[in-house]
């Protein structure tokens, strides 16, 4: 499976029907990871609660927040665990209000590397046990359920440091009996057959991970689908492919989930999270049609066609009829994106698939090409935002006031005046 780094990977947890405990599907594409847990449902109708743990690769971009708030809107999980975030709590303050949990633990980072963070909702309880630049381990309390236990680890990408986490993760084991799973991006294979490609893994560094995962009673719970989701992003006989991310748990743990499954998938099965446009909204012109030649072309057909002079009603007339074209123009349009974005995912899905590395600059093209589909589908939802997150805005109640009256205010074409001053 040819991985990419701006991608991400999740678990998606279902609750089965007239069952007390759920599975777990796995999304696994690139550096970047993203997983989804649950809990049984003990009484009344089948519910999920979820949890994402996103190693984010820095949370500065846009499009690494977008990913992040697209998932967020998508699966509504109340636990959300992010590692990589190089961000401070400042930072990671704006982002919890922008992703509108209630409360959050956050671990700054240090210079351009590090930092956590938990987000989480107010219908469940949090109560942090201990932290460190590697970790946050919690435990949850959801209403009328026992308490589990949530680890969000990150082991050391550096060899030299890489006893350091197997000596953190036993203290760990031994801190607490409730039913635990830790989940993150351990950066370590288990055995050679996780890893294609490169030289090969060193046997004592996995005897010590094996051996660390023994001695606290953890166990890798194992996946369905492809294998590799992380890769070093090379071609030819330089590309190397790993299996990093996983969730080992312990006992407690597989007695409370017995039927607990992680499934390997495509970081873009995750579908777009914006509603659809209500019927009956007054006409406005999008910024992402000023890209598209269609919408040129009309434009010029009026304007060309119409019976244009001075007269007000003439050109009143043409902005009228421009209007009604492009209303009519818009949802073909629409319709026309989202098939185009479902094909650019299917072929990236399918670039993707199995074990088989293809060269990651075909896996860049397809990527690059998704890309722009998206940025022009968040032209279009950007521009129906509820509230302006620009930079000036955030800082500048002022700004951020007149922003908002202007939005109530119709604009409206009072009058026209000639080149004599009429």
Same mark, same amino acid.
């Given at each position: 499976?040819a991985l990419?780094?701006s991608?991400a990977?999740d678990?998606?947890?279902?609750?089965?029907p007239?069952?007390?405990?759920l599975?777990?599907?796995?999304?696994?594409?690139? @550096?970047k990871?993203?997983?989804?847990?649950?809990?049984?449902?003990?009484?009344?109708?089948?519910?999920?609660m979820k949890?994402?743990v996103?190693?984010?690769r820095g949370?500065?971009s846009t499009r690494?927040?977008n990913?992040?708030?697209?998932?967020?809107?998508?699966?509504k999980?109340?636990?959300m665990?992010?590692?990589?975030?190089k961000?401070d709590n400042v930072?990671?303050?704006?982002?919890r209000?922008q992703?509108?949990y209630?409360?959050k633990?956050?671990?700054n980072?240090?210079?351009?590397?590090?930092?956590?963070?938990?987000?989480?909702?107010?219908?469940?309880d949090?109560?942090?046990?201990?932290?460190?630049?590697?970790?946050?381990?919690?435990t949850i309390?959801?209403?009328d359920?026992?308490?589990?236990r949530?680890?969000?680890f990150?082991?050391?990408?550096d060899r030299?440091?890489?006893h350091?986490p197997?000596?953190?993760?036993?203290?760990?084991?031994?801190m607490?009996?409730?039913p635990?799973?830790?989940?993150g991006?351990l950066?370590?294979?288990?055995?050679?057959?996780?890893?294609?490609?490169?030289?090969?893994?060193?046997?004592?560094?996995?005897?010590?991970?094996?051996?660390?995962l023994?001695?606290?009673n953890?166990e890798d719970?194992?996946?369905?689908g492809?294998?590799?989701?992380?890769?070093?992003?090379?071609?030819?006989?330089?590309?190397?492919?790993? =299996?990093?991310d996983?969730?080992?748990?312990?006992?407690?743990f597989?007695s409370?989930c017995?039927?607990?499954v992680?499934r390997h998938?495509?970081?873009?099965d995750a579908?777009?999270?914006? @509603?659809?446009v209500?019927?009956?909204i007054?006409?406005?012109?999008?910024?992402?049609?000023?890209?598209?030649?269609?919408?040129?072309?009309?434009v010029d057909?009026?304007?060309r066609?119409?019976?244009?002079n001075?007269?007000?009603?003439?050109v009143?007339? @043409?902005i009228d =009829?421009?209007?009604?074209?492009l209303?009519?123009?818009?949802?073909r349009?629409?319709k026309?994106?989202?098939q185009?974005l479902h094909?650019?995912?299917e072929a990236?899905r399918?670039?993707c698939k199995?074990d088989?590395?293809?060269p990651?600059?075909?896996?860049?093209?397809?990527?690059?090409?998704?890309d722009?589909?998206l940025?022009?589908?968040?032209?279009?939802?950007?521009?129906?935002?509820k509230?302006d997150?620009l930079?000036?805005?955030? =800082? @500048?109640?002022r700004f951020f006031h007149s922003?908002?009256s202007?939005r109530?205010?119709?604009?409206?074409?009072?009058?026209?005046?000639?080149?004599g001053?009429?």
């Open positions: 499976m990419v780094d991608l990977c678990m998606e947890v279902k609750a089965l007239n069952s007390k405990v599975e777990v599907d796995e999304v696994g594409l690139g @550096n990871t993203l997983y989804v847990i649950g809990r049984p449902v003990f009484t009344g109708q089948p519910t999920i949890t994402f996103w190693n984010a949370l500065g690494a927040f990913i992040l708030r697209s998932h967020k809107q998508e699966t999980p109340e636990l665990f992010l590692m990589e975030t961000c930072k990671m303050e704006k982002w209000v992703l509108g209630s409360s633990l956050a671990v980072n240090i210079g351009r590397s590090g930092g956590l963070c938990i987000f989480w909702d107010e219908i469940i949090v109560t942090l046990l201990t932290f460190s630049q590697e970790h946050i381990d919690v309390k959801e209403k359920r026992q308490h589990w949530f680890t969000g990150y082991g050391y990408p030299s440091q890489r350091h197997w000596t953190l993760l036993r203290r760990l084991a031994g607490s009996c409730l635990w799973v830790c989940m991006d950066n370590e294979v288990l055995c050679e057959d996780e890893k294609l490609g490169g030289s090969d893994k060193r046997w004592k560094e996995m005897s010590d991970f094996r051996e660390a023994e001695d606290a953890l719970m194992g996946f369905i492809a294998k590799f989701k992380w890769s070093n992003k090379r071609d030819g006989a330089s590309y190397v492919l790993e =299996r990093l996983r969730g080992p748990c312990n006992k407690g597989r409370l017995p039927r607990f992680i998938m495509e970081f873009w579908t777009n999270v914006y @509603n659809p209500k019927k009956g007054r006409f406005f012109f999008e910024e992402c049609w000023t890209e598209d030649i269609e919408c040129k072309e009309i057909s009026v304007w066609d119409g019976s244009y001075c007269k007000i009603q003439s009143l007339n @043409n =009829r421009c209007g009604r074209l209303n009519d123009w818009n949802p349009k629409r026309h994106l989202r185009n094909a650019k995912r990236l399918k670039a199995g088989v590395p293809i990651w600059k075909d896996i860049k093209l397809l990527e690059s090409r998704l722009e589909v940025e022009t589908e968040e032209r279009y939802w950007k521009q129906r935002a509230v997150w930079q000036k805005g955030d =800082r @500048n109640t922003k908002a202007a109530r205010a119709r604009n409206r074409i009072h009058g026209l005046i000639d080149e001053g009429t």
